[in-house]
T-cell receptor
Framework: QQQVKQSPQSLIVQKGGISIINCAYE??????FPWYQQFPGKGPALLIA?????SEKKEGRFTISFNKSAKQFSLHIMDSQPGDSATYFC????????????FGGGTRLMVKP | NAGVTQTPKFRVLKTGQSMTLLCAQD?????MYWYRQDPGMGLRLIHY???????AKGEVPDGYNVSRLKKQNFLLGLESAAPSQTSVYFC??????????????FGPGTRLTVL
């Protein structure tokens, strides 16, 4: 049973465009929602994260939007660049669960020059 | 700091063979994790450890064993490899929950093929 569902599986965006990746979760007890970025041949690395007490968090060109009532959150990449081409994973965790993360299935983003 | 390192980087096994993957971290982290990554399924937690000498099962533990004899090392063992265990394996570590955000630091991965 996949507790975090991510879409789309793949995404192609033109340079300068906006990339949007969506995730939905089932467990209302989740209270930490990070996004990880993975380049080919590398391990994932934390990109940005949010807790459910805020509806949006922005770091540079990356923004997380969070909708607690709909149990959904999304990653927006503004002014997408070819260097953003990577696989993105959303995740969710419980604070009292040993920092364990439940990951979505991943989105492979390609930004065309 | 090397961060999280994994050995080997690649390995090919025959069905029924056994092997051990080694993960080492030099960040003095308490928590360590083993994941497997398969296309379209994200990363799934195999086993994890919240401290030296302790281990626990994750989402997909069957066919794997782990040991955490030293704080800096976390070993993943495959007792009798099966083709279904063909995957990319990632180790990660994190400090205990103290800060507002909990970050897991990942190693570069081990690509395992079981024939």
């Amino acid at each position: 049973q996949q507790q975090v569902k991510q879409s789309p599986q793949s995404l192609i965006v033109q340079k300068g465009g906006i990339s949007i990746i969506n995730c939905a979760y089932e467990n209302t007890a989740f209270d930490y929602f990070p996004w990880y970025q993975q380049f080919p041949g590398k391990g994932p690395a934390l990109l940005i994260a949010i807790r459910p007490d805020v509806s949006e968090k922005k770091e540079g060109r990356f923004t997380i939007s969070f909708n607690k009532s709909a149990k959904q959150f999304s990653l927006h990449i503004m002014d997408s660049q070819p260097g953003d081409s990577a696989t993105y994973f959303c995740a969710a965790s419980l604070d009292n669960a040993g920092n364990m993360l439940t990951f979505g299935g991943g989105t492979r983003l390609m930004v065309k020059p | 700091n090397a961060g999280v390192t994994q050995t080997p980087k690649f390995r090919v096994l025959k069905t029924g063979q056994s092997m051990t993957l080694l993960c080492a971290q030099d960040m003095n982290h308490e928590y360590m994790y083993w994941y497997r990554q398969d296309p379209g399924m994200g990363l799934r937690l195999i086993h994890y450890s919240v401290g030296e000498g302790t281990t626990a099962k994750g989402e997909v533990p069957d066919g794997y064993n782990v040991s955490r004899l030293k704080k800096q090392n976390f070993l993943l063992g495959l007792e009798s490899a099966a083709p279904s265990q063909t995957s990319v394996y990632f180790c990660a570590s994190s400090p205990p929950y103290l800060a507002a955000y909990n970050e897991q630091f990942f190693g570069p991965g081990t690509r395992l093929t079981v024939l």
